[in-house]
């Protein structure tokens, strides 16, 4: 009852951001009651009025029927596949699923996937589209704060396997990303925290005025200012969103694949050696969410830019302090407590050594001389980042 009330609440005109991408520009549309205009909006840029629906068990309980009325109301015809929630649904398996899917239904070409859900639904399903008849049309409606400020915006799309995350993909931009503030009402605090750290880490690599925003706005952001009324809220959660996603649109249009050989695409990873690392040791149980691995990342991230003498530790102290206010862990050692487990700098440098982001089996860091001012380097030594691991509470 209550997604429903909130997607009958004022519907308002969505506001693009838009992704300027040469062989395939789109907009990303930003609003509040956009999933019920979905079908309005989609119409004139899908190339068939055809489309298979991919969304998790959750999501589908609370949003689908929000979004199958408004796709049948604009004359979408479209089938559904529903998989179980969770990380572990973006693997081989879940992937076969959503495959043999799209072909039982027999797709052509011109038949548009719709990924309705958070990162993992968007990117099990952009695999998907990237892959059956070697690429469908595809449309992202994220549904977690996480994947509307991130995973939902570039064209990064993939699953797990047994050898790590992420390690099986394709770039597959869509032709569109509808964005529903108004589905954050029903999303778990918890997981408004996870998205918050990717909205903090766009300002701390390219965007100084979206940081001291996020200082000021933060608690709000993630419902843990009491004194911000619901709209307020919504309003700065949506503002939130405009803006991350305006800074990920930007990098992401520089540096498409990934291939700049300095900053571009490669900033975004600030905190996520260590965030990965994390996750990887605590074998993405959902003990840890990404979010909250990645505001553990940013803590680290800032204080071996600290320690290598780029950046002020006063800087490193003002993150940790601000995301902690919200809830949030940014220290192993608060980490450790709360999970009733000491973690080992050893097995986490270890993880890092398996990274994706190595250049010539060296570990790849995002770093810091100050807000808005990051880079990339492969110098780090690795006693360097034990040293800081155990100071931190390894
Ligand atoms: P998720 O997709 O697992 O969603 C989190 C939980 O929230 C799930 O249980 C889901 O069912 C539930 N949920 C979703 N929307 C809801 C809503 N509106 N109300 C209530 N519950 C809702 O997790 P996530 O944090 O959105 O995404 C994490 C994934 O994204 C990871 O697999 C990560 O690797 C990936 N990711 C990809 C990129 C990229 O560029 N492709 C970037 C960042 C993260
Ligand atoms: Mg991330």
Partial sequence: ARAA?????????PVPVHVPLRAHPYDILVGRGVLAQAGALLAPLLPQRRGMIVTDETVAALHLPTLQAALAAAGIECGTVVVPPGEATKSLRGFGTVTDALLAAGVERRCSVIA?????????????????????????????????????????????TVHGKNLLGAFHQPIAVLVDTAVLDTLPPRELRAGYAEIIKAGLIGDAALFEWCLHNGAAIVGADT????????????????????????????????????????LLNLGHTFAHALEAELLFDGRLLHGEAVAIGLGLALRLSAELGH??????????????????????????VSLGTALSAARLAAHMQRDKKL????????????????????????????????????
């Fill in 227 to 266: 004194a911000a009324g619901m709209q307020t809220t919504a309003a700065l959660q949506a503002e939130a969103i405009r803006r991350a996603c305006r800074f990920k649109a930007d990098v992401v249009a520089d540096d498409e694949r990934e291939t700049a050989s300095n900053g571009g695409r490669a």
């Fill in 359 to 394: 250049r010539d089996g060296r570990i790849g860091f995002v770093l810091l001389r100050q807000v808005a001012d990051a880079f990339t380097s492969h110098d780090v030594d690795a006693e360097t980042v034990q040293r800081l691991l155990v100071d931190e509470g390894c």
């Fill in 116 to 160: 309705l859900g958070g990162g993992v639904v968007g990117d099990l399903a952009g695999f998907a589209a990237a892959s059956v008849l070697r690429g469908l049309p595809f449309v992202q409606i994220p549904t977690t704060l996480l994947s509307q400020v991130d995973s939902s915006v570039g064209g990064k799309t993939g699953i797990n």
């Fill in 5 to 13: 009330a909130s997607h009958e609440a004022s519907s308002e005109p």
């Fill in 311 to 336: 950046c002020s530790p006063a800087l490193a102290g003002q993150v940790v302090q601000h995301l902690e206010q919200l809830g949030m862990h940014a220290r192993i050692s608060t980490l450790s």
